[in-house]
């Protein structure tokens, strides 16, 4: 009597952890998070970032004497010459210094067009 007893409630709680089989679609359908989180994260962070990278380029190719210019540590300078590299910043009377190109964040004013 007390095996049958212990049968009855032991039983459900194998048949509810037996794996069953999977259907036809079910390896498809465990997929679908998965790209969907890669198309949000796309979307939401890596476009962007792509653009944000475009117009820096642009920005830092486009880069002549004469533009006033602000790095990022914060400098403001008015580039004095354009080497394939770097660029030449004069931040005061005197005093010039040399940076990447790369540490120019925005350009504040274009030179005048001649």
């Not at 994260?41 to 117009?55: T, Y």
């Given at each position: 009597?007390?095996?049958?007893?212990?049968?009855?409630?032991?039983?459900?709680?194998?048949?509810?952890?037996?794996?069953?089989?999977?259907?036809?679609?079910?390896?498809?359908?465990?997929?679908?998070?998965?790209?969907?989180?890669?198309?949000?994260?796309?979307?939401?962070?890596?476009?962007?970032?792509?653009?944000?990278?475009?117009?820096?380029?642009?920005?830092i190719s486009?880069?002549?004497?004469?533009?006033?210019?602000?790095?990022?540590?914060?400098?403001?300078?008015?580039?004095?010459?354009?080497?394939?590299?770097?660029?030449?910043?004069?931040?005061?009377?005197?005093?010039?210094?040399?940076?990447?190109?790369?540490?120019?964040?925005?350009?504040?004013?274009?030179?005048?067009?001649?």
């Amino acid at each position: 009597m007390p095996n049958l007893v212990l049968n009855a409630f032991v039983t459900p709680i194998f048949a509810e952890a037996a794996p069953s089989a999977p259907g036809p679609g079910s390896s498809l359908m465990s997929f679908l998070p998965f790209v969907l989180m890669f198309a949000a994260m796309w979307f939401l962070l890596i476009a962007p970032q792509r653009k944000k990278q475009k117009e820096h380029q642009k920005l830092i190719s486009s880069l002549a004497t004469g533009d006033e210019v602000l790095t990022s540590g914060g400098i403001y300078g008015t580039v004095t010459n354009v080497k394939p590299d770097r660029i030449v910043v004069k931040i005061a009377e005197n005093t010039k210094i040399e940076i990447a190109r790369s540490f120019v964040t925005s350009v504040e004013k274009k030179a005048a067009s001649e």
